[in-house]
Structure formats: structure tokens, C-alpha cells
């Protein structure tokens, strides 16, 4: 099963940008590169997904290494509202996601 | 329009007891899902469903069961619960492949 890979956590100030790395080496050609991100006591929320090519849309966007194996989502300019846990997953087919992860804690600060 | 509805959103079961959490959808999904959440970890897929009266099993669905009759509704079901199964529990839908999936508030969960 395909797996990916966060760091635990990152720093961000208010008002910068923030790039928050996931690596996917064992990708398959037809999953899509999904991100969600979980505030305390709720569940995810989907911030955006795609395939290969890179993607915007209002929360944020995704930029895929043209190999596939890697992917960048990035917040333009981090809020307070933006400190969450951030997922990385991947997705076939069924949506069968079965290796969710741990996911990076972003902490932004004012 | 509601979105996916889990009830109860907290719960205290005894060990042996059994229980059922509730996930309902008026988005004519066809897709759900049912994730548990335990502390500090990240999600993990116990049962889905493509669409009504087919459900399969996902990564942990030792001890829980599924049945999906309706669109609507994706029961979960625990016959004899234990600690280990403790968390929290998300329903999650979607409209089809590759599509982002929506997920209700989860049930918090806990035997004693």
C-alpha cells in the first residue's frame, strides 16, 4: 500500500507563506495526491487534491514533482485559523485510504 | 442542507456491551466511509461502502460490523465492545472516485 511521509511538525508566522512537504515514493499512476487538515476536536477538512499537475484553489495549492513522487502543499499566507494537523494521503480508485499517517502539526504564531 | 450527521457524539460503553454509531447523509453519496481516530494518531479505515448494499472491509474491522441498506445511512456496529476500542470515530462520504471526502464530527468513543 502506497505510504507517505510528513515531518511531525512546522512553525509559521502570521502572514507568511508555509510549505508543508510530503513525499509519496511508492505512488501508484492512479492515485490522487489528497490534503486534509483536522483542527482539535473535529473531523478533516479537505483542502485540495490532485493528480500531476499543480493545482490552486482558494484555501490554498498543490505542487506535484513532475516524478510524482513528492508534493508540496502551500499556504500563500498563513492565519491563525491555519494551525492545524495536515494530512497528506493518497487515494486510488475506491477512495480506500488506508495509510492516513500521523500528519504535520503547523503551528503559526501572531 | 446537513452534510453527514454522526450520533451520538459521545459515548461511555461498558465492556460486552454493544452499540451502534450512526452516520447519515443527504448529499446522495455514494461512497462512505468509517475511520477511528485514536489520541495522537491519524486516521484508519475500518469498513467502506461503494454504494448501497455493498460494503468491504478496510484496514482494522476486526470487532465492528457494517450494513448499508439506504444511500443514506452507513451504520457502524460494535457487538462486544472492548478498551481497544476506544477513539473517535469519523463517517466520511464522497460522490465517486478521486473526489474529496466529507466528514461528519465524529463520536467519541470510550469503554470501560
Known amino acids: 500500500d502506497a505510504k507517505t511521509t510528513q515531518p511531525n511538525s512546522m512553525e509559521s508566522n502570521e502572514e507568511e507563506p508555509v510549505h508543508l512537504p510530503c513525499n509519496h515514493s511508492?505512488?501508484?499512476?492512479?492515485?490522487?495526491i489528497h490534503w486534509y487538515r483536522q483542527l482539535p476536536s473535529q473531523g478533516p477538512e479537505y483542502v485540495i487534491h490532485?493528480?500531476?499537475s499543480n493545482v490552486n484553489n482558494r484555501m490554498a495549492s498543490l505542487a506535484i514533482a513532475e516524478d510524482r513522487k513528492s508534493s508540496t502543499l502551500i499556504l500563500h499566507r498563513a492565519t491563525l485559523r491555519d494551525a492545524a494537523v495536515y494530512y497528506c494521503?493518497?487515494?486510488?480508485?475506491?477512495?480506500?485510504?488506508?495509510?492516513f499517517g500521523k500528519g504535520t502539526t503547523l503551528s503559526v504564531s501572531s | 442542507n446537513a452534510g453527514v450527521t454522526q450520533t451520538p457524539k459521545f459515548r461511555i460503553l461498558k465492556i460486552g456491551q454493544s452499540m451502534t454509531l450512526q452516520c447519515t447523509q443527504d448529499?446522495?453519496?455514494?461512497?462512505m466511509y468509517w475511520y477511528r481516530q485514536d489520541p495522537g494518531m491519524g486516521l484508519k479505515l475500518i469498513y467502506y461502502?461503494?454504494?448501497?448494499?455493498?460494503?468491504d472491509k478496510g484496514e482494522v474491522p476486526n470487532g465492528y460490523n457494517v450494513s448499508r441498506s439506504t444511500t443514506e445511512d452507513f451504520p457502524l456496529r460494535l457487538e462486544l465492545a472492548a478498551p481497544s476500542q476506544t477513539s473517535v470515530y469519523f463517517c466520511?462520504?464522497?460522490?465517486?472516485?478521486?473526489?474529496?471526502?466529507?466528514f461528519g464530527d465524529g463520536t467519541r468513543l470510550s469503554i470501560l
Open positions: 511508492t505512488i501508484s499512476g492512479t492515485d490522487y
Open positions: 466520511a462520504t464522497r460522490t465517486g472516485p478521486n473526489q474529496p471526502q466529507h
Open positions: 461502502s461503494v454504494g448501497a448494499g455493498i460494503t
Open positions: 448529499m446522495n453519496h455514494n461512497y
Open positions: 490532485g493528480l500531476t
Open positions: 494521503i493518497l487515494l486510488n480508485q475506491a477512495g480506500t485510504a488506508l495509510i
